[in-house]
């Protein structure tokens, strides 16, 4: 058997020994002697071989070390050997004249000793690959080295392997690549096991055949993913995929595709761990592109997934202490002389401890798309009904609150009686809380969210439905729609900015007369000027909420606001 890294380093097939005594005489010798069956290296002083000996850690498979030489002695290069990780799996045998050096070298980790004067050369070979042989079979013994399907290295040991490369190329770029394929527990599951495993083989020898010619590193990572590790610029990676594709031409009747992920020049003050996090990431992100199969890694777009987990990790944690805040920005009608503050939109934001606010845009996509917002949508609720009961009793007023409503809150059975409850215990009524919801929710699923709201309404629920104009309902359907309240959409009035053309304004005045063939008030929100504010009373328009009148604020000041 030989070592995973001869096997992949030697391309005579010969291990590779270094010879080092500071006596030309003696590195002859010794050259004579083992020339046939090794390649060999030579050095001459203790630096140059601890220099050696990291340039080519991986494919030493010997030393053969005198202990008295110049600059550095032959304990000395033990001990940094030893203070590197190199030994005891780079065996050493030290050449010494003195018998009482013997137990110290043995001490500090030396596998044997060669005596000075030279035994016959027969003995002296037989030692050498006598101990290459023992240090082997311990290798394969421990067995921790490598995958047993395919041989490569296993995760651990490529870490800790590629950790020692860095080290002593210290500064030398490198590039981390990701292989996966595509789907492979549906290739396993449609073809067999066994056929996966021929898949997994044969994309290991085209990596071992790489390796072999350029002196990078592989590993099978787990399952279906490997791992390449070499020096920046000494791959390409459209070779290498194809060249692994191609390796799979005679089999693949599964059309099995992989993809890859490269993190090129990969940053040195992060583990080699997380290099090839990233360069999985970047792998990942190619996961259902059918027409892209190669991905380099992109730093922002990776820190905004690792942003995104981190917050779905810790939102738990943050409603347990009440991290996130409900503020309420006011809405005016603006029907008579003056406008009239008659209502609030509750929106959450979330006081992080280290992050500070953060804005809801952020963090509300990301609970959209897993569920959780439901969790968090009842929290604001509640409290926007605390809230409103509250400023109700302090100072006689009736200021309905409109709460967000995703659209997986819909589909929650329970919806209705949850809300009934919210209100009920609070000591409102229905008219005290309204409920807004997306039009592109009506969009999606209408029938069964139709069905939804209808019955929120029978129940005395009042609907205002968000972001009018965004979300495609067909003018057929909105007849249909059960609603009570139209809120346009921001980017309507945000286009009034630039218009030139008065298309923007056209718009505008066809949605309002929508809402008034509908028979419905309608909200204008993202007001910020004066000129938007009088151009939307000439509309019509009910109801302003803008950043004209007030942005959202914490609920004390909301409070300020209502008292005065
Ligand atoms: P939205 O429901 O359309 O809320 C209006 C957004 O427009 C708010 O942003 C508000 O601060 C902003 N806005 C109001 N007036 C102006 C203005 O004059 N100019 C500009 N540029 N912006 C204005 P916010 O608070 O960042 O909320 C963003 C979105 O997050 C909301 O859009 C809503 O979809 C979602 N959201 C906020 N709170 C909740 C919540 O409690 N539950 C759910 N499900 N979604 C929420
Ligand atoms: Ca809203
Ligand atoms: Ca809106």
């Known amino acids: 058997m030989l070592k995973s890294h001869v096997r992949f380093y030697s391309a005579t097939g010969k291990r590779l020994v270094l010879v080092a005594d500071d006596e030309p005489v003696n590195r002859e010798l010794l050259t004579y002697i083992l020339q046939g069956d090794f390649d060999l290296l030579t050095a001459s002083n203790g630096r140059e071989v601890l220099q050696l000996v990291r340039e080519h850690a991986e494919r030493l498979s010997l030393v053969l070390l005198d202990l008295m030489m110049p600059e550095l002695d032959g304990f000395r290069v033990l001990e940094s050997m030893g203070a590197e990780g190199l030994l ?22 030396a596998s044997d000793f060669i ?3 030279f ?89 071992r055949r790489v390796v072999a010619e350029t002196g990078c590193m592989a590993a099978r990572r787990e399952g279906d993913r490997f791992m390449v590790y070499a020096p920046h610029g000494c791959l390409d990676g459209e070779t290498l995929l194809a060249g692994v594709m191609q390796q799979l031409d005679d089999i693949n009747s599964a059309r099995i595709r992989i993809r890859m992920g490269i993190y090129p020049e990969a940053d040195r003050s992060v583990s080699v761990e997380e290099r090839f996090d990233r360069a999985k990431a970047a792998s990942d992100s190619l996961r259902d592109n059918y027409t892209r199969f190669i991905s380099i890694y992109d730093r922002s777009a990776y820190e905004q997934q690792m942003f995104a987990e981190q ?5 738990d944690t943050a409603l347990l202490h009440r991290q996130f805040e409900v503020w309420f920005q006011p809405k005016y009608d603006i029907r008579g002389e003056s406008p009239r503050l008659t209502s609030a939109e509750a929106l959450v934001r979330w006081r992080h401890p280290e992050r500070g606010m953060i804005s809801p845009g952020r963090f509300i996509p990301l609970f959209e798309k897993n569920g959780l917002i439901q969790k968090l949508d009842h929290y604001v609720w509640r409290e926007a009904a605390a809230h409103c009961a509250r400023w109700k009793a302090a100072y006689g007023v009736d200021i309905p609150v409109s709460v ?45 969210i139709i069905q939804a709201v209808a019955a929120l309404r029978e129940r005395g629920f009042r609907i205002e439905m968000d972001d009018f104009g965004s979300g495609y309902s067909s003018l057929n359907m909105l007849a249909e729609l059960p609603l009570d309240i139209l809120k346009l959409d921001m980017r309507f009035v945000r286009a009034l900015e630039k218009d030139g053309s008065g298309k923007a304004l056209r718009m505008l005045e066809l949605m309002t007369d929508i809402a008034r063939f509908l028979q419905v008030p309608v909200i204008a929100e993202g007001v910020e000027t004066k000129d938007q504010l009088d151009i939307m009373k000439r509309l019509g328009v009910d109801t302003v909420q803008g950043y004209y009148f007030s942005k959202p604020l914490p609920a004390e000041e909301f409070e300020t606001l209502l008292s005065s």
Not at 418 to 423: A, D, F, H, M
């Open 88 to 109: 005891p799996r780079l065996p050493v045998i030290v050449i010494t004249s003195e018998k009482a050096a013997e137990v110290r070298s043995l001490r500090l980790g």
């Open 115 to 117: 005596t000075k004067p």
């Open 119 to 207: 035994e016959l050369p027969e003995v002296i070979l037989a030692r050498v690959q006598r101990t290459i042989e023992l240090s082997e079979d311990r290798d394969i013994l421990q067995g921790t080295e490598r995958d047993s399907l395919t041989g490569l290295f296993n995760k651990e040991f490529f870490y800790r392997y590629a950790a020692q490369y860095d080290r002593v190329h210290d500064g030398k770029a490198m590039d981390a690549y990701v292989l996966d394929i595509n789907h492979f527990h549906l290739v396993n599951e449609i073809n067999g096991k066994a056929y996966g495993d021929l898949v997994l083989r044969r994309i290991a020898e085209q990596l």
């Open 311 to 315: 917050l779905i990790d810790e939102m």
């Open 404 to 448: 967000n409503v995703s659209r997986i809150d819909i589909f929650d059975p329970d919806l209705v009686p949850k809300l009934l409850k919210i209100v009920s215990d609070a000591g409102l009524t229905t008219d005290d809380l309204l409920l807004e919801i997306t039009e592109s929710a009506y969009a999606e699923d209408s029938g069964q």
